[in-house]
């Protein structure tokens, strides 16, 4: 179901998402560019990252600013790696992403709404996917939220699902194809999960800017 993530499902989000996204790395730096299927797979990868990561963060009593204290010295930390696989030092890694989403929703949070619009528009210029990954990401977190929230608001729940689709659509325009929408039936298949799986919170911090790591030592090893 979209409306309800265990978190089991999370976790195993997570991981999909994770196998996902290192295929289009790889296929990216090491085949070229492109390895059919796999790179087109990896277009689901953040969507999922985002539905997680927007779940977690409508959950009742749960913290924007800590997410933000953990996310942006990952962040920092992935940057050059990044910088050194696709040769470009913007835009900024993903972490990026969505530290300035959760940096939105603390202004937000604590009544700076318009100081939070300014920081969409200006950051969004930067962070990678842009405004339409940062756009993604708030979509999700409000439609989580009705749920988490006010579950009996039911036309609430609705305008903020339609919305989070129709942001899923604009971010499908912004790749050029619409693979990312493969993020819903999966996500709605294993969104009830119960399957045990063992939480690895600073794994995917590490995992990131480790696997980022060794495709940019990869992509500038002297050849011969």
Known sequence: MLYSLSSPAREWLKWIALLLM???????????????VVSELGRVAFPLFVMVMAC????PGADALKSLRRLLPWAVLAQPFYALTFNSVLPLNVLWTFALVAACLVLQQRGRSGWAMALFALGGMWVEYRWFGAGLVLAWWLFYRSACTRP????????????????????CLFNGNGWALLALP???????????????RWFFYLYYSGHLAALALWWHWPAG
């Open 152 to 171: 009996a608001v039911r036309h609430e729940l609705v305008f903020h699902g339609l919305l989070a689709v129709a942001t899923l659509g604009l971010l």
């Open 186 to 200: 999966l996500v709605a298949l294993l969104g009830r999960s119960s399957w045990p799986i063992p939480r690895t």
């Open 56 to 59: 977690n963060l409508a959950q």
């Open 22 to 36: 290192t295929g289009d790395h790889v296929a990216k730096v090491v085949y070229g560019g492109y390895v059919p």
